[in-house]
């Protein structure tokens, strides 16, 4: 369809509207990036129904269109199983759908847009709908590099036999998404890779906007360590439970002063050592002036697929960075020059104490990766690859879910 003002439909399980995590921060900014080019219209879905969405949406400025509630849809027929092992097209991987007056509703708001945006692949799969029609998939967490993640960390042949299993089941799958969609985002340049590098799979990075105040870092004493994240999200839990228990341990054997400061949601509810000095302050709707007292941040990811918006957090505030390999995976950036990286307790400690011991260090660290942030990694950095994406969709270039 043809309009003058391209009108823009955008589905997402995240309320742009809620507190700030990383997949409502890349919503957020992406439905103002979108706006550029068009009209956008909001559906938000959920496993509940909230009649508070619609109210929070609107009062936050954003056009909500309708929600939609996902249904469980049962246990699995012996017809099921065999298709979620062998059809990469079976599209019920999680029990889970649109109910049909949903999905009916769904066909007339593709009809009624000029380009539809999908916020990840589980909520394209529950409508049960194979081909998308001017469609953008925005997958910012691969199920195959999330279960390889997992993998990777396992511990008994148990779990590792499950994870190689939905390895092998999602990049199946994950072949078959430009048949879907007219064009794929993913977070990192692995990503892209991973999906066959074609010119209709887009890089579009987890960014952040950098702060409209100066960043002037002013670490306090007793020196302090944070950690920012959402409890809500299994990775967080998993890596803050290794730090605190086997890396923490070590840098207040060296350091016993030192405070560790735990931003976020649900964090009050995780199993954190008592009497170690750590401070658990919850969600907080400004972090810059809490994180600007703190010497260093840790990222202690082990598990997950995309980019951690923390990284591009922390580079945005001038504040150096310890992580994981996988906590700093998809950013282009070097172990030694824009932040540290490490995976066992000691190093992880020792580069943690290291920062601590060297302010000239981090300083150096900090500066770097604020400019490649700058460069590389806020919002406005990535308008350019919105730009052509939604050319490349409107024009027709695409040839996925436009096909069917």
Not at 156 to 178: I, P, S
Not at 268 to 275: E, I, S, T, Y
Request: proline share 7%; hydrophobic share 40%; charged share 25%.
């Amino acid at each position: 369809m043809a309009s003058t003002t391209p009108k823009i439909l955008y589905l997402t399980g995240c309320n742009p509207a809620g507190p700030d995590n990383g997949g409502i921060l890349r919503v957020r900014n992406l439905l103002g990036l979108l706006s550029r080019h068009g009209r956008v219209q909001l559906v938000l879905a959920s496993d509940f129904q909230d009649e508070s969405l619609a109210v929070g949406t609107a009062l936050a400025g954003f056009d909500l269109l309708g929600t939609v509630c996902f249904q469980p849809t049962g246990p699995w027929s012996l017809a099921d199983r065999w298709r979620n092992e062998f059809d990469p097209r079976f599209l019920n991987t999680n029990q889970c759908a649109a109910r049909p007056a949903d999905c009916e509703r769904l066909q007339q708001w593709i009809a009624e847009h000029d380009l539809v945006w999908v916020h990840n692949l589980q909520l394209a799969n529950r409508y049960g709908r194979w081909h998308w029609p001017h469609s953008v998939l925005d997958i910012d967490d691969i199920p195959s590099t999330q279960y390889q993640t997992e993998l990777d960390h396992a511990t008994g042949w148990l779990a590792r036999l499950r994870a190689r299993r939905q390895v092998g089941l999602w990049r199946r799958r994950e072949k078959r998404l430009l048949e879907r969609f007219d064009a794929v985002c993913v977070c990192s340049e692995p990503d892209r890779r991973r999906l066959g590098g074609s010119d209709r799979v887009f890089c579009l990075p987890n960014a952040f906007t950098p702060p409209e105040s100066p960043v002037r870092p002013r670490p306090v004493v007793p020196l302090r360590i944070g950690f920012v994240g959402d409890f809500r999200h299994a990775p967080n839990q998993q890596g803050m439970r290794w730090f605190s228990e086997k890396v923490w341990p070590l840098i207040l054997a060296r350091r016993p002063a030192t405070r560790l400061r735990v931003v976020g949601l649900d964090g009050d509810q995780q199993p954190f050592p008592a009497d170690r000095n750590i401070d658990v302050l919850g969600w907080l709707a400004e972090v810059h002036g809490e994180m600007a007292t703190w010497s260093l941040t840790v990222v202690p990811i082990f598990t997950g697929g995309g980019t951690r918006v923390k990284i591009a957090e922390a580079f945005g505030r001038r504040c150096p960075v310890v992580a994981t390999p996988v906590g700093a995976f998809g950013y282009e950036v070097v172990s030694g020059q824009d932040l540290l990286v490490a995976d066992t307790p000691e190093q992880f400690a020792a580069h943690c104490l290291q920062i601590l011991d060297q302010p000239a260090l981090g300083e150096r660290l900090a500066e770097n990766a604020w400019r490649k942030f700058n460069e590389k990694w806020t919002w406005e950095a990535q308008a350019g690859t919105i730009a052509r994406l939604v050319e490349k969709v409107l024009s027709g270039a695409g040839t996925g879910g436009r096909a069917a």
